[in-house]
């Protein structure tokens, strides 16, 4: 059978069909070859939905209004006008494109789930597989205020909760759903090291779901944001390339489906947050960061370029301070929401507080290859100075590299400098901040796909990394 396609669906078609008569001994095959028979259907049904779409713009559609008289009259509305952003999306083929690539990048992903994650059958931890695996039965089993609290049932030093406490919410929710078809893998004690196959199966159905959920939507309502107010100079299958290789990032695909993380989230929350600032929609985008923020301290990554480039809006319009004091209680109402089981009590507060920022840990791991770790050959830090003056010294030169684009936006806040304020200040924070994790080479990795997408965005412009 032949099928109607547009050029950027048709790897995913040559995927499929490669893949569809070949089996698995892998027992999450079923669920990858459920995917790959459903691609060739699910590309068809969307290119001909984007068809028919964009005929009907092209021929107007009536609508009824009532005017100020009370009488009934129609309006065609010609869709001739290209900043409006859904004549954009129909008439590029943005949507079918998106959905084409994004059912690809999902294959990947499942793909990338057949294999063995870190850890594995290695006790006594089984890597980060079960450290996940492992909040879901305490925030299932424990009340709210024994999740940071180190005691007889919740022993700390077994994979204890060290991230806020949307992490710990977003563990009670997939608890629930492993709990409803596997109870035994978030049962009290007798779980640890559970590797069944349900539980393991379970368990990468929830890494897949928040990517689908939370950071596919961030990149399509980025790519909207970013394109639709422009003339596209650019082709088709330029646009479409700028959304793969946001939704096809080897780290992030590795880290979450392979390693075993949700670094999705925190990242489709941030990504969003991005959207939104550049669509001027700035309440929006400190909510969605702030949510980032709480879900994992490492979107504090982007703080400066956040608050440098939000301030200096602020001070060019009417009432600055009024503009300031607004954000600044959507942040702090937002903070307060998440943190409120812990905002009673001055000791549950500190708890959680000593929880995410482990300070005993010393300034770098070994596995993470920045400024200190890589000096290290020379200068041994650990052993030289204490851990005060490592936090002070690795603070002062986050800051400082931080600065002139920090300083940049205050004075002239563009949508360009935010964006290379936003890889500027990834940058710093993977460089030079105290106890720097591997998730940061990812979070690097993407925002320069974003300065880059930036950079050949432009007519008749070169890559600018």
Not at 152 to 181: C, E, I, M
Request: hydrophobic share 45%; with cysteine; proline share 5%.
């Amino acid at each position: 059978m032949k099928h109607s396609r547009e050029p950027t669906s048709r790897l995913l078609f040559a995927v499929s069909e490669r893949f569809s008569d070949t089996s698995f001994s892998n027992p999450y095959s079923s669920s990858f070859n459920l995917f790959t028979s459903l691609s060739p259907k699910l590309c068809s049904v969307v290119h001909f939905v984007s068809k028919e779409r964009s005929r009907e713009m092209e021929k107007g559609t009536k609508r009824k209004v009532n005017n100020k008289k009370g009488k009934e009259e129609k309006l065609i509305v010609e869709c001739d006008d290209e900043s409006d952003a859904w004549w954009w999306l129909v008439h590029k083929g943005i949507t079918a494109s998106f959905l084409s690539i994004a059912l690809f990048s999902l294959l990947v992903r499942v793909a990338v789930s057949l294999h063995p994650y870190s850890g594995a059958g290695s006790p006594p931890k089984y890597g980060d597989f079960e450290a996940q695996r492992h909040w879901m039965e305490i925030t299932l089993n424990l009340p709210l205020k024994e999740w940071y609290r180190n005691s007889t049932v919740n022993d700390l030093r077994y994979w204890g909760l060290d991230y806020p406490p949307l992490t710990a919410y977003q563990s009670y929710v997939h608890g629930l759903f492993l709990r409803f078809f596997s109870p035994d893998s978030v049962a009290l004690f007798t779980s640890r090291g559970h590797e069944s196959y349900l539980g393991k199966l379970l368990m990468r159905w929830t890494v897949l779901s928040s990517d689908v959920l939370v950071f596919f939507p961030a990149v399509f309502y980025f790519v909207v944001v970013y394109y639709a107010g422009r003339n596209p100079s650019r082709s088709m299958s330029g646009i479409a390339w700028h959304m793969a290789i946001i939704l096809l990032n080897p780290c992030l695909i590795l880290i979450d489906h392979g390693h075993f993380q949700y670094n999705c989230i925190s990242l489709g929350l941030t990504v969003g947050a991005i959207a939104s600032l550049l669509s001027d929609k700035d309440l929006v985008a400190c909510v969605l960061y702030s949510l980032a923020l709480n879900h994992k301290q490492m979107s504090a990554y982007f703080a400066p370029a956040f608050f440098s480039h939000l301030l200096g809006k602020c001070l060019r319009r009417q009432y600055p301070f009024l503009q300031v004091l607004k954000l600044g209680l959507v942040v702090l109402g937002t903070f307060l929401i998440v943190w409120w089981p812990y905002v009673h009590s001055m000791e549950a507060f500190l708890g959680v507080l000593s929880r995410l920022a482990p300070f005993e840990r010393g300034i770098f791991e070994d596995y993470v290859a920045n400024f200190w770790c890589t000096t290290s050959v020379l200068v041994k830090w650990k052993r030289l100075f204490p851990t005060q003056t490592l936090k002070l010294l690795s603070f002062g030169a986050t800051i400082s590299s931080c600065l002139p684009s920090m300083i940049q936006q205050i004075w002239s806040p563009s949508k360009q400098g935010f964006l290379y304020g936003l890889l500027n200040s990834a940058f710093s924070f993977y460089l030079f901040s105290f106890q720097g994790r591997m998730g940061s080479k990812f979070v690097k990795a993407l925002f320069v796909v974003v300065a880059w997408l930036r950079g050949t965005s432009q007519p008749n412009s070169e890559p600018q990394f």
